[in-house]
């Protein structure tokens, strides 16, 4: 009988020389326990810069600043719904929270964000998106439309980073980038100033490829002038795109599931996706399926809720029980049904997000 481990702890192993080369920490075992929620119990988030401030925070039932970002550049797709699932968790927490609708980084940093204009229409939808999915208004605030505080801020923190420093984390100095840089590290720094929240642990969850922004970030708020905790970062495991060693993308609309796509898009990008299915039914009947390299069942180990629904899908892929055309219509059918609400709630909340875009 094949090994079973549906929360595919063993893949961590992976991820072993990220722990050497970025000195990051491993999520430790004791917090993993105390957070009762799926990212973490599957061992979806992986590592840690100092999130033990913000666990005594929970514990303590203390606030803390939950603050994440996400840059306006395209229509959402599930792995921003990952980003924001961990927001509503902390959120449910007790958090002071912070979500950033990125439309002015977008346009600073993506080559095919042609104006602002662009941007603010992506950021409406966005918006609509994270309300739907439960976000308030309150949480939820557009960069093109802050304070002039906010402002004043992001231009303090350029004043306290060298463009050496800039060329030595990201090896360019492209000026759109710089700015885009500038206010991401205001997104996550201001929510300490005094007329926000004030000095608290603050957490915010990333792809570890993001690891160089939140490493400038703890570097940067010890020359500011203000009393700031050093920012916590949680770490998502990687997401892959639908296809065989594809990355999530937009510009590829087949590698990912867009919270906007319909239900045929889903069914055919499932369909065609990459599996851990056999060459012949017959060898997957008696070697049983891959669900460790599947791209479907990543989808379900990151998004499907049931505990026991994600082990059936492990146990019958293993034992070859169930073959992947099968398996594959489950996660059809639960994927359009979460879809079609969610489009629904998204479209009663247009107006909503126009305004906080708009004004
Ligand atoms: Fe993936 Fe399901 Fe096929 Fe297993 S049976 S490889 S989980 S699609």
Same mark, same amino acid.
């Given at each position: 009988?094949?090994?079973?481990?549906?929360?595919?702890?063993?893949?961590?192993?992976d991820?072993?020389?990220?722990?050497r080369?970025?000195?990051?920490?491993?999520?430790?075992?004791?917090?993993?326990?105390?957070?009762?929620?799926?990212?973490?119990?599957?061992?979806?988030?992986?590592?840690?810069?100092?999130?033990?401030?913000?666990?005594?925070?929970?514990?303590?039932?203390?606030?803390?600043?939950?603050?994440?970002?996400i840059?306006?550049?395209?229509?959402?797709?599930?792995?921003h719904?990952?980003?924001?699932?961990?927001?509503?968790?902390?959120?449910?927490?007790?958090?002071?929270?912070?979500?950033?609708v990125?439309?002015?980084?977008?346009?600073?940093?993506?080559?095919?964000i042609?104006?602002?204009?662009?941007?603010?229409?992506?950021?409406?939808?966005n918006?609509?998106?994270?309300?739907?999915?439960?976000?308030?208004?309150?949480?939820?605030?557009?960069?093109s439309?802050?304070?002039?505080?906010?402002?004043?801020?992001?231009?303090?923190?350029?004043?306290?980073?060298t463009a050496?420093?800039?060329?030595?984390?990201?090896?360019?100095?492209?000026?759109g980038?710089?700015?885009?840089?500038?206010?991401?590290?205001?997104?996550?720094?201001?929510?300490?100033?005094?007329?926000y929240?004030?000095?608290?642990?603050?957490?915010?969850?990333? *792809?570890?490829d =993001?690891?160089?922004? +939140?490493? @400038?970030?703890?570097? !940067?708020v &010890?020359?500011?002038?203000?009393?700031?905790?050093?920012?916590?970062?949680?770490?998502?495991?990687?997401?892959?795109?639908?296809?065989?060693?594809?990355?999530?993308?937009?510009?590829?609309p087949?590698?990912?599931?867009?919270?906007?796509?319909?239900?045929?898009?889903?069914?055919?990008?499932?369909?065609?996706?990459?599996?851990?299915?056999?060459?012949?039914?017959?060898?997957?009947?008696r070697?049983?399926?891959?669900?460790?390299?599947?791209?479907?069942?990543?989808?379900?180990?990151?998004?499907?809720e049931?505990?026991?629904?994600l082990r059936?899908?492990?146990?019958?892929?293993?034992?070859?029980?169930?073959?992947?055309?099968?398996?594959?219509?489950?996660?059809?059918?639960?994927?359009? *049904?979460?879809? =079609?609400?969610?489009? +629904?709630? @998204?479209?009663?909340? !247009?107006? &909503?997000?126009?305004?906080?875009?708009?004004?």
């Open positions: 009988m094949p090994k079973i481990d549906p929360w595919g702890s063993a893949a961590i192993t991820y072993e020389h990220v722990f080369e970025f000195g990051l920490g491993k999520f430790p075992e004791s917090v993993r326990k105390q957070l009762k929620h799926r990212f973490f119990q599957r061992n979806i988030i992986i590592a840690h810069r100092e999130f033990e401030k913000v666990a005594e925070r929970i514990k303590q039932k203390k606030p803390f600043i939950n603050i994440t970002g840059a306006s550049s395209g229509p959402y797709h599930l792995g719904k990952v980003d924001i699932d961990l927001f509503l968790f902390f959120k449910e927490h007790g958090a002071k929270n912070y979500f950033c990125c439309d002015l980084d977008a346009y600073s940093s993506r080559e095919k042609k104006t602002v204009q662009q941007a603010k229409e992506i950021a409406v939808q918006a609509a998106d994270a309300l739907a999915l439960g976000l308030s208004e309150k949480d939820i605030r557009v960069q439309g802050r304070e002039k505080e906010y402002y004043g801020f992001a231009f303090e923190l350029g004043k306290k980073i050496s420093t800039f060329e030595a984390i990201y090896g360019h100095l492209d000026l980038k710089v700015s885009a840089n500038l206010l991401q590290y205001a997104d996550i720094l201001h929510c300490q100033l005094p007329s929240s004030g000095k608290m642990p603050s957490v915010t969850g990333i *792809g570890l =993001q690891d160089p922004h +939140a490493r @400038a970030v703890r570097d !940067l &010890k020359r500011l002038p203000y009393e700031m905790e050093v920012p916590s970062f949680i770490y998502f495991r990687h997401q892959s795109g639908l296809k065989e060693g594809s990355k999530m993308s937009s510009s590829d087949d590698t990912a599931i867009f919270l906007s796509d319909s239900q045929a898009d889903v069914k055919r990008k499932i369909g065609n996706c990459f599996t851990g299915g056999r060459n012949t039914a017959e060898e997957q009947r070697a049983g399926g891959r669900p460790e390299i599947c791209k479907k069942y990543e989808i379900d180990l990151f998004h499907l049931s505990d026991a629904k059936g899908i492990f146990e019958k892929c293993k034992s070859g029980k169930r073959l992947c055309g099968e398996c594959k219509q489950l996660t059809i059918e639960y994927l359009n *049904g979460f879809l =079609q609400q969610h489009q +629904a709630k @998204a479209k009663k909340n !247009l107006g &909503k997000a126009r305004k906080l875009v708009f004004g």
